[in-house]
C-alpha cells in the first residue's frame, strides 16, 4: 500500500529504541516488546526494525516509528513490504574518540581493543532480518551521523548486566484476526484462514478510533447557518456510533436559540423536561452530593443507540432565548455527567448561545447537503469563524465536513438524478477538501429523511459512511 507521508496514521505509536549497552526495544502503543540480543550494534538496530516491519504487515500499511539509537533520533516510514523513507533526523553529539584520549601512563594503562563502529546502513528493501533504521542524506536514507571522513575507532564499553526492569516473557505483538466479511469470511468459516480484505482492515481501524478513550471531556459543534443541511441528522448518527464504540457516556444536546427539532428525530423519554429545566436545577445537579442517576429526570435516553437527547425548550409561545450564560451553566452541569457532548445548533452564528457554543468546543463538524446553498452557507460559516482567528479559526481549519448526497426520495428513485446527486456531491466535497482538516461523504439513505433516526435502520454502506465520519472527528480528540 503506497501513501504520502502524510497520509500515514500517527496510530498506533511505535518507538524503537537501541541502547549503546547491546539492549533495545519496540514499544507498540505502550506495549513494550524486548529485541533479542545481537553481537553489533548494527545487527540490533536490523531486529528492532523486524518487529516494526511485523507491525505494519499485520496493519496491511505503512506506519510511523520514532527512532532513538546512540548515533541519533528520527522518524521514520516503514512499509509493509520492507521500504522505508526517512520523516525527519536528528545526529547525537559524538562522543570523544580515541585520538582525544589523553596518551597512557603507568598508572593508566593502555585501553582494550576498540569496537569497530558499524559503517553505514544502506536503503534496501527490509527482508526477514530487514535493513536498519534511516535517516536523511539526500536521497539516500541511513540513520548514521553525516559526514565526510571516516571515524575513528571508539573505546570499548565494559559489559552490563541486563536489569530484570528491561526484560518481559509477556508477547505484545498484535495478532491479525482472520477475515469476517466477504468470501474471505466465509472461507474462514469453512476453516480456511483467511487474512481480512483492505476494505475490512480500514473499518477494523475506524472501529479502533472511535473506540478509543481520551482524558477529559469532549465537546462537538455541528454547524451550518442554513436550515435544511442535514445537522440534526449528523448530531444523532455520531451520537449514537461514538456512545455505541466508545462506551462513553454521550449527551446530544440541542443548542437551538428557541425550539430545535433534535427531539422530533429522538425518542422521548417519560417527561417533558428540556434544557431550561436543567439550567434551572444545575444547583442542585452540581452539588457533591447528588447522585450521577439524577440526570436521567433531564434527559431521554436513547434505547438501542445508548446515548441520552437534552432537548431545547419546546415552549409553544417560543418566548425564551438561550442566553451565553446559560449555555455555560448547562455545558458544567453535562460536561459533570457525560465524557462526550455533541451539539446541535440553530442557525445563526451572531446568536449568543451559538458564540458560546463555540468557546466550548472541541472539534467543529460541518454538515451539509448536496445542494448549492447549503454548500455556501457551510462555506460562509466557516469564514466567519476564520475571520474571528484564535480559537474560531483553529476550529475551522481542523473542522470536519460531512457531505451527504440528496435525501429528496423522489429524486432518489431516478438512476439518473441519483448520479447527477453523486457528482455533485463529489464536487462539493472537492471544494471543500484544500481549505479544512477532513471531508467524508455519506450516500443517500431513506431512513435519513422522516421520523426518528435510528442507526440499525440504515443500509450497510450508509452505515460504513458514518463510521468513516465518526472516526474523523474522533481523531479531532
Do not use: C
Amino acid at each position: 500500500m503506497v501513501m504520502n507521508q502524510t497520509d500515514v496514521p500517527t496510530f498506533p505509536k511505535i518507538n524503537a529504541i537501541v541502547r549503546a549497552n547491546g539492549t533495545a526495544e519496540v514499544v507498540v502503543a505502550g506495549n513494550s516488546r524486548n529485541v533479542r540480543a545481537a553481537e553489533s550494534l548494527q545487527q540490533l538496530r536490523d531486529n528492532a526494525l523486524s518487529l516494526v516491519v511485523r507491525e505494519a504487515k499485520t496493519l496491511n500499511r505503512p506506519v510511523r516509528v520514532q527512532v532513538d539509537d546512540p548515533d541519533g533520533q528520527g522518524e521514520l516510514i516503514v512499509n509493509p513490504d520492507g521500504t522505508k523513507e526517512s520523516v525527519n533526523y536528528v545526529a547525537k553529539a559524538p562522543r570523544r574518540r580515541m585520538a582525544e584520549a589523553p596518551t597512557p601512563t603507568a598508572a593508566q594503562p593502555a585501553p582494550a581493543a576498540a569496537e569497530t563502529i558499524p559503517a553505514p546502513i544502506k536503503d534496501e528493501p527490509i527482508t526477514d532480518v530487514p535493513g536498519t533504521v534511516p535517516s536523511a542524506t539526500g536521497t539516500s536514507m541511513t540513520l548514521t551521523p553525516a559526514t565526510t571522513s571516516t571515524p575513528a575507532p571508539e573505546a570499548q564499553e565494559a559489559p552490563t548486566r541486563r536489569s530484570l526492569k528491561e526484560t518481559s516473557f509477556l508477547v505484545s505483538a498484535p495478532v491479525l484476526e482472520p477475515a469476517t466479511q466477504g468470501w474471505r469470511g466465509a472461507l474462514t468459516r469453512l476453516g480456511f484462514r483467511m487474512d481480512p480484505s483492505a476494505e475490512e482492515l480500514s473499518e477494523r481501524e475506524d472501529i479502533r478510533t472511535v473506540s478509543q478513550h481520551w482524558p477529559g471531556p469532549r465537546t462537538i459543534a455541528v454547524v451550518n447557518r442554513k436550515g435544511g443541511a442535514n445537522k440534526t441528522p449528523t448530531v444523532v448518527m455520531l451520537s449514537a456510533i461514538l456512545a455505541r464504540y466508545s462506551g462513553a457516556a454521550t449527551v446530544a444536546w440541542d443548542n437551538n436559540e428557541s425550539q430545535g427539532t433534535l427531539g422530533w428525530r429522538t425518542e422521548k423519554g417519560a417527561h417533558d423536561r428540556s434544557v431550561l429545566d436543567l439550567i434551572d436545577s444545575s444547583t442542585e445537579l452540581l452539588s457533591p452530593s447528588t447522585n450521577a442517576a439524577e440526570i436521567a429526570k433531564f434527559v431521554h435516553h436513547q434505547t438501542a443507540d445508548k446515548f441520552d437527547v437534552l432537548r431545547s425548550d419546546e415552549n409553544e409561545e417560543g418566548d425564551h432565548e438561550v442566553t451565553a450564560e446559560e449555555v455555560d451553566i448547562a455545558h458544567q452541569v453535562l460536561t459533570r455527567y457525560y465524557r462526550l457532548v455533541v451539539m446541535d445548533s440553530g442557525n445563526t452564528a451572531r446568536a449568543a448561545n451559538w458564540r458560546r457554543m463555540i468557546h466550548h468546543t472541541n472539534q467543529l463538524v460541518v454538515p451539509v447537503t448536496a445542494i448549492e446553498d447549503r454548500a455556501e452557507a457551510a462555506r460562509l460559516t466557516l469564514q466567519t469563524l476564520e475571520s474571528r482567528g484564535g480559537h474560531d479559526a483553529e476550529l475551522a481549519r481542523n473542522a470536519v465536513v460531512i457531505v451527504s448526497e440528496s435525501t429528496d426520495a423522489k429524486r432518489a428513485m431516478s438512476g439518473d438524478a441519483l448520479k447527477r446527486a453523486k457528482d455533485e456531491a463529489q464536487r462539493i466535497a472537492d471544494g471543500f477538501e484544500p481549505f479544512v482538516r477532513a471531508v467524508v461523504r455519506i450516500p443517500y439513505d431513506p431512513a435519513l429523511v422522516n421520523g426518528p433516526i435510528r442507526y440499525e435502520a440504515l443500509q450497510p454502506a450508509t452505515q460504513r459512511a458514518w463510521l468513516a465520519a465518526a472516526a474523523a472527528v474522533a481523531k479531532g480528540f
